[in-house]
Every structure is written in structure tokens, then in C-alpha cells.
């Protein structure tokens, strides 16, 4: 069956191309498994406005793009989070049977105390960058309306007092469900697939969890340490014999605590962040999950209704067909998003456990090259003598 959705974008069934999430620049010449990349976002420049009313943050959105729908080639624009968020609701409402990549929390995260301190800005501005980096990967949503506006439009705040009316019939069939069905069963594959997204969410929760534990007791590690080492220091002012050695103690325990600091800071810049998007990205696939047997059980419902009426020609109403087509098109639109999803998932999860790896096999270079480094100073001491 040619599956389409209601703009007209056919439904992409196939394999997905890899993902590009974690490339910090994306180049126009760029190519992806043999296609040619046709737009480019990238997110930077954050600066911090302070007004009379409220002080916030804005970031620099650069789009380049070959694509016709596009005027220019190239746009740059200034966006809050408030505008990000925009964008993710008017998706989800114009796309519903698609997954929306998750935006980072609106508050300040676990541990940081100022939303406005350089490390959280950052840490923001790299989510944000990821979440337009999902969103022009996708083969669907890169080409919805609202995400051209939010990437061209210099005063965004037009577009959302006027309200550009995109929802679609598909959208407000399922905004407007109540509940008032109940589905019978999930079909077996999205049961699994249910099921999959609980444990992972459950099991990632877990990591995240213990994570921030250990960097919790590392940054605790780290103030014993750069207090223990200048001990070394002020004591061998007090023994000349010993103060060559115990200097050396001294500045080995100062390198160590800077590798164990630059060990703290991925873990919390690079290693967090990616968790916590994945625990957020299941959520989200949750919610269309949910949506899609919101739908179902509307279909089996009206199904119902039409057996219940007895009728000389007995014919399925156009009502009940159209429900039947939206239900196939968010299994298809679904089991896409999910392939491409998982095709993601392994990638990211790759990077970031290598990194992680090599992120600890240096750290514990610095450390090993720290301590030998004092053991020729303790090995001449007995010899001078």
C-alpha cells in the first residue's frame, strides 16, 4: 500500500542513513552513505541579554542549504529555549505519528546552580545543536513548515502570535481523542517494542544515576587531593635533604588531580548528557506509542459500532477507512522512526563508550607517568650519599 502522510511526504520505510548527531560541523559537501546532504544547522554563539522584565539566553541558528523550499542558501537567526520549545510542540501537533527528538530540560540540571554559568550555557547550547541536528536528519520532519520558519524567520514571534494554522487532520484526530477508547491488545510488535523502551529507560536511569554518584565522590576525591599535596610541599621546606623527593610528591599529586579533573569534566560534559537525552528519547517514543493505540483502539471501536448496526448491505463508512489509514500509517511512521532510532542509538552509544574508554585509559597514563616520574629522585637519594 503507498502510504503517505497528510502533507503529502511519502512515508520513508527503508533503512536509514547513518546517523551525523555527534559531528560537531557539517560541511555542504559533505556525504552521508553515498546521499548528498542537502541542509546544514549548527547552533553556537550564545549571548545573554538582560532586560528589565527577565534576563535569558539566545543562540546563533545558521542553516545552509541547496533545498528549494528555502529562499536563501544561507539564514542566521537568533533563538531562546523558549522558541526550541515552540518548535518541538508545533511538531509533535503537526506530526504526531512521528518521533520528535527530546529537547534538554528547561531547568537548571542536577548539580549546576547558575543557568546562566558558562559550563551550563554550553552544555545547553550542545543539546540544542543535537536536537536541530535529529530534526534535519529526518527525512519527514526536516521538511515541515514550521521548523523552515523557525530556521528563516527573523522575528519568530510573529509566526507564533498569528498562529500559521499547519495542524493537520491527522494531528487533531489524534489531539482531540479523549480516552474514550480502550484498546483490546497491542499487536506483538510494538508490545516488544514497549517493553524494549522500559527496560532501556529503566536501565539507563540506573547508569545515570550511579554516574553522577561517582562524579559526585571523584570532585569529592579532588579536594582531598589538592589539599594533600601542597602537605608535601611545606614539609620539604623544613627538611632540606628531603625537599627534592617531596616536591616531587608534591607536583605529582597536582598533575594527578588535573587529570582527574579533566576525567570529572567529560564525564559531565559529554558522558551525562547522553544519557540523559536517551532516558528524555524514550519518553518520547513512548508518547507516539501511546498515541498510535489511542488510535487503534478508536479503529476496533468504530469497528464495533458498524457490526452492531444491522444493515441489508452492510458497508464499512468512509470514517471508519480513514481511521484504518491512520492507524497504518503510524505503524509505518513508527516502525521507521524506531529503526532509525536504534540505528542511532548504536552509533551515539559507540562514540560514547569508546571515549569513555580512551577518556580513562589517559587519565590513568597521566597518573602512572606522575608517580614514575619521582622514582628516579627516590632511587639517587640513597646513591649521593
Given amino acids: 500500500q ?27 559537501d559533505d556525504d552521508l552513505d553515498g546521499e548528498t546532504r542537502d541542509l546544514f544547522v549548527t547552533v553556537d ?8 522584565m527577565e534576563t535569558y539566553i539566545t543562540y546563533r541558528v545558521t542553516t545552509k542549504t541547496t533545498r528549494a523550499e528555502f529562499d536563501l542558501p544561507e539564514y542566521s537567526v537568533r533563538r531562546r529555549y523558549q ?13 504526531p505519528t512521528h518521533l520528535i527528538p527530546p529537547l534538554p530540560e528547561k531547568f537548571v540540571v542536577k548539580g549546576v546552580v547558575d543557568r546562566f554559568s558558562e559550563e551550563f550555557v554550553e552544555t545547553r547550547r550542545k543539546a540544542l545543536d543535537k536536537f536541530l541536528k535529529r530534526i534535519t536528519d529526518h527525512p519527514v520532519l526536516s521538511f515541515n513548515e514550521h521548523f523552515n520558519v523557525f530556521l528563516t524567520a527573523k522575528d519568530l514571534n510573529a509566526y507564533k ?15 482531540y481523542v479523549t480516552g474514550g477508547y480502550k484498546l483490546r491488545s497491542r499487536p506483538l510488535e510494538f508490545a516488544a517494542i514497549g517493553e524494549y523502551l522500559d527496560t532501556f529507560s529503566l536501565k539507563l536511569g540506573t547508569i545515570d544515576r550511579i554516574a553522577q554518584r561517582i562524579i559526585k565522590e571523584q570532585l569529592e576525591y579532588l579536594v582531598e587531593l589538592r589539599e594533600y599535596g601542597p602537605v608535601y610541599s611545606t614539609w620539604g621546606g623544613l627538611e632540606v635533604e628531603l625537599s627534592e623527593p617531596l616536591e616531587g610528591v608534591s607536583a605529582c599529586i597536582g598533575n594527578c588531580c588535573t587529570a582527574l579533573e579533566e576525567l570529572s569534566e567529560d564525564m559531565t560534559e559529554d558522558f551525562l548528557p547522553v544519557l540523559r537525552e536517551y532516558i528524555l528519547y524514550s519518553e518520547s517514543m513512548k508518547n507516539v506509542l ?13 469497528l464495533e459500532a458498524v457490526a452492531l448496526k444491522k444493515e441489508d448491505r452492510p458497508k464499512v463508512p468512509t470514517d471508519v477507512e480513514k481511521c ?8 509505518a511512521d513508527l516502525k521507521a522512526d524506531m529503526e532509525r532510532w536504534q540505528n542511532n542509538k548504536r552509533q551515539d552509544f559507540r562514540q560514547l ?23 628516579p629522585l627516590l632511587q639517587d637519594k640513597p646513591e649521593t650519599k
Fill in 2 to 28: 503507498d502510504l503517505s502522510l497528510p502533507n503529502g511526504t511519502p512515508v520513508d520505510t527503508s533503512s536509514p542513513a547513518s546517523s551525523s548527531s555527534l559531528l560537531n560541523r557539517l560541511q555542504l
Fill in 45 to 52: 554563539d550564545p549571548k545573554k541579554h538582560v532586560c528589565t
Fill in 83 to 95: 522558541d526550541f520549545d515552540w518548535l518541538r510542540n508545533k511538531l509533535e501537533e503537526s506530526q
Fill in 161 to 175: 502570535r498569528q498562529g500559521m494554522a499547519l495542524l493537520s487532520k491527522m494531528g487533531e484526530s489524534v489531539k
Fill in 290 to 302: 501511546k498515541k498510535r493505540d489511542q488510535v487503534q483502539a478508536e479503529y476496533e471501536a468504530k
Fill in 324 to 331: 484504518q489509514d491512520r492507524v497504518e500509517c503510524f505503524n
Fill in 353 to 375: 563508550l569508546m571515549g569513555m574508554a580512551d577518556k580513562n585509559i589517559q587519565y590513568y597514563e597521566k597518573c602512572l607517568t606522575a608517580w614514575e616520574s619521582i622514582i
